[in-house]
Nanobody, 126 residues
Framework: QVQLVESGGGLVQAGGSLRLSCVAS?????????MGWFRQAPGKEREFVAA????????YYADSVKGRFTISRDNAKNTMYLQMNSLKPEDTAVYYC??????????????????WGQGTQVTVSS
């Protein structure tokens, strides 16, 4: 069974930085998987933040975070990261990591992913 465990959330002032981590387990290899970050603010639908193709390393970002967030992975540790810089109050949300074998057309859609972490809260104060 695939398991994902996030960490690294917290409270930060606007303009600050946080790094989220997501450790994946339950598969011998995740080379055929896409790993993604999504977030959900109160009263809003879960939205795409960033994704990485585990094998080739192709990166995808939501327009709202381009230039501020960086997604990366460490193959040896089966760990994905989200470096978040220049944080804004509107980035406040619960952040989730997700994974699955998804087609290109499904990378940006949370319903495409079947494996999810428990979420980590990110709060950005103004």
């Amino acid at each position: 069974q695939v398991q994902l465990v996030e960490s690294g959330g917290g409270l930060v002032q606007a303009g600050g930085s946080l790094r989220l981590s997501c450790v994946a387990s339950g598969r011998t290899t995740f080379s055929t998987y896409t790993m993604g970050w999504f977030r959900q603010a109160p009263g809003k639908e879960r939205e795409f933040v960033a994704a990485i193709i585990w094998s080739g390393g192709s990166l995808y970002y939501a327009d709202s975070v381009k230039g501020r967030f960086t997604i990366s992975r460490d193959n040896a540790k089966n760990t994905m990261y989200l470096q978040m810089n220049s944080l804004k109050p509107e980035d406040t949300a619960v952040y989730y990591c997700a994974t699955d074998r998804v087609p290109y057309s499904g990378i940006y859609h949370f319903k495409t992913y079947n494996y999810w972490g428990q979420g980590t809260q990110v709060t950005v104060s103004s």
